[in-house]
């Protein structure tokens, strides 16, 4: 089956400690993104990338990283720089194109303690 | 710029009532508009989505939506609501092509279904 894998899918990290969360797709799609979801703010985007060994910021990229070097792969790693990080962490893939859609992953819980 | 105003964070209908879930976008040029949805603890789901072409879009689950310019209005529709419709549901909007192009997300709208 195609689809997108995050994993895992609850993660818990101390205070001050680097954490990087998996994201891998099978769909054959050039361009890859990472959302936070925080309660009552919908998604917002940390970073997206629409070609191997290329990526962008995103509207909230502070204190987290990406790479991107293969295609179905892109992992963001949440530094200790990141002040909040606490939140729902979505990856997403798509065709690139304006019309079409995203395709999420199931969702990774981060919770720093 | 773009950006999508879903009005209330809360909706909640009777099983078999009308479902009306508001989304107004702002954009200088022409949309590419979606909604998704959202099960508790799970990743999004697309609902249905506007490209171009014919303005009332039917999606899955009884859904559809209705692109309306003039208003810069896009809401989510279905004649009769189920227990299973229960979730947060997302309008978002594109207009950029290229190394610019990216999904802007509403709030979110949380669905409940009184039985």
């Known amino acids: 089956d195609g689809g997108i894998t995050q994993s895992p899918k609850y993660l818990f990290r101390k205070e001050g400690q680097n954490v990087t969360l998996s994201c891998e797709q099978n769909?054959?799609?050039?361009?890859m993104y990472w959302y936070r979801q925080d309660p009552g703010q919908g998604l917002r985007l940390i970073y997206y990338s629409q070609i191997v060994n290329d990526f962008q910021k995103g509207d909230i990229a502070e204190g987290y990283s990406v790479s991107r070097e293969k295609k179905e792969s892109f992992p963001l790693t949440v530094t200790s720089a990141q002040k909040n990080p606490t939140a729902f962490y979505l990856c997403?893939?798509?065709?690139?194109?304006?019309?079409?859609?995203?395709?999420f992953g199931p969702g990774t819980r981060l919770t720093v303690l | 710029a773009q950006s999508v105003t879903q009005l209330g964070s809360h909706v909640s209908v009777s099983e078999g009532a009308l479902v009306l879930l508001r989304c107004n976008y702002s954009s200088s040029v022409p949309p590419y508009l979606f909604w998704y949805v959202q099960y508790p603890n799970q990743g999004l789901q697309l609902l249905l989505k506007?490209?171009?072409?014919?303005?009332l879009v039917k999606g899955i689950n009884g859904f559809e939506a209705e692109f309306k310019k003039s208003e810069t209005s896009f809401h989510l529709t279905k004649p009769s609501a189920h227990m299973s419709d229960a979730a947060e549901y997302f309008c978002?909007?594109?207009?950029?092509?290229?190394?610019?192009?990216?999904?802007?997300f509403g709030k979110g709208i949380t669905l409940s279904v009184r039985p």
């Open positions: 506007y490209t171009t072409g014919a303005t």
């Open positions: 769909l054959n799609h050039d361009a």
């Open positions: 997403a893939s798509s065709i690139r194109g304006l019309a079409n859609e995203q395709f």
């Open positions: 978002a909007v594109k207009t950029e092509a290229g190394a610019n192009s990216k999904l802007t």
